[in-house]
């Protein structure tokens, strides 16, 4: 008995620290991204970031067993490679040409909605609830806020970063649903690592095909360019991703996905802080927008006496939620 409690309390332990990875860590990668393409093509940074931090990974686990990647199922390793690490992160850092890092953390916000939406359609086919759909509603209508204005909010955005960043909301959602069905507790680490090279390969044929070598010069190169890919080496890639996967398998993926509404507000307070990113009255409006909606979605099997309840019990009641 003392030991299932220590082995809960661990595994909880685990899953609040892995929440609070993804919910401060990824909301500071887009100012990460921000510095390393100030010198750097997009594509380029993120083929060199998923091929390093894949390739520590590989050698790390390579140590630890012969075949790391023995038990994982390499398609579907490859598809949620192209869905997360490729197109989810590499058609991000492209739109960051022409949008500023808060208001393309804003827009991947609306990640839980589309979770919501593939997850009812193709998976596990539960209906949201009235709550949810007016959440769903509320959320588009941020997102559709901002793109209507985006030249409002980043000067002369052009409407393909603006689509970028909304194909990539929906490559990663698909991909996180795919991601949970097929990797498992004891493949997550070799199944994530799997897919950070795949998706660094995805994103190196990206950079050839957005023409990104003819000019690229090595010597232009910024310190601040290459720490910011470090950085999202290490904390993005190696400690985000794998918090994010890992909570996959114990978690359902709506509330995994919660972590989008925290990293806009992290994001849009470092980009006004660092770099001078404008926060504007439309930018907050959408915010609330775009967060009300998707906390209505998360929580839309909440009942307001049962929350309220919730609360004034504290962390010590044995009242549980739902």
Same mark, same amino acid.
């Given at each position: ?90 058609? +991000? ?8 890092? =808060?208001?393309?953390? @804003?827009? *991947?916000?609306?990640?839980? /909605?589309i979770v919501l939406i593939l997850d009812w359609a193709f998976f596990s086919r539960r209906a949201p609830t009235r709550q949810a759909l007016v959440g769903i509603a509320v959320a588009i209508a941020g997102v559709a806020t901002i793109v209507m204005h985006t030249r409002t909010l980043s000067g002369n955005a052009h409407l ?12 990663w959602s698909f991909g996180t649903l795919l991601q949970k069905r097929t990797a498992t507790r004891a493949t997550v680490l070799s199944f994530t690592c799997a897919q950070m090279l795949f998706g660094g390969v995805f994103q190196l044929g990206m950079s050839f095909v957005d023409g990104e070598w003819p000019g690229f010069d +090595? ?8 720490? =910011?890919?470090?950085? @999202?080496? *290490?904390?993005?890639?190696? /400690? ?83």
């Amino acid at each position: 008995m003392k030991h299932d409690a220590a082995l809960h309390g661990t595994t909880t332990a685990g899953i609040v620290s892995a929440f609070a990875g993804i919910y401060v860590i990824w909301g500071t990668t887009y100012l990460g991204i921000a510095f390393a393409i100030q010198t750097l093509p997009p594509f380029i940074s993120g083929a060199a970031r998923f091929l390093l931090a894949g390739g520590l990974m590989y050698a790390w686990l390579r140590y630890q067993r012969p075949q790391p990647l023995a038990a994982v199922d390499l398609r579907m390793a490859a598809l949620c490679g192209v869905l997360l690490s490729g197109m989810g992160n590499g058609f +991000v850092i492209w739109a960051q040409q022409g949008i500023p890092s =808060g208001i393309a953390a @804003l827009m *991947v916000a609306a990640v839980p /909605v589309i979770v919501l939406i593939l997850d009812w359609a193709f998976f596990s086919r539960r209906a949201p609830t009235r709550q949810a759909l007016v959440g769903i509603a509320v959320a588009i209508a941020g997102v559709a806020t901002i793109v209507m204005h985006t030249r409002t909010l980043s000067g002369n955005a052009h409407l393909l970063h603006v689509l970028s960043v909304l194909a990539a909301t929906v490559a990663w959602s698909f991909g996180t649903l795919l991601q949970k069905r097929t990797a498992t507790r004891a493949t997550v680490l070799s199944f994530t690592c799997a897919q950070m090279l795949f998706g660094g390969v995805f994103q190196l044929g990206m950079s050839f095909v957005d023409g990104e070598w003819p000019g690229f010069d +090595v010597s232009a190169v910024s310190l601040a360019s290459v720490l =910011g890919v470090l950085y @999202l080496v *290490v904390f993005g890639s190696i /400690v985000g991703l794998n918090c994010y996967l890992w909570l996959l398998t114990r978690v359902p993926a709506p509330k995994v996905t919660t972590y989008a509404l925290v990293n806009p507000v992290v994001a849009l307070v470092l980009g006004a802080i660092i770099l001078n990113e404008r926060i504007t009255g439309l930018a907050i409006a959408a915010t609330v927008l775009v967060l009300a909606g998707v906390a209505l979605v998360l929580f839309q099997d909440w009942k307001l006496p049962q929350l309220l309840r919730y609360v004034r019990a504290g962390r010590g009641s044995s009242v549980t939620p739902p």
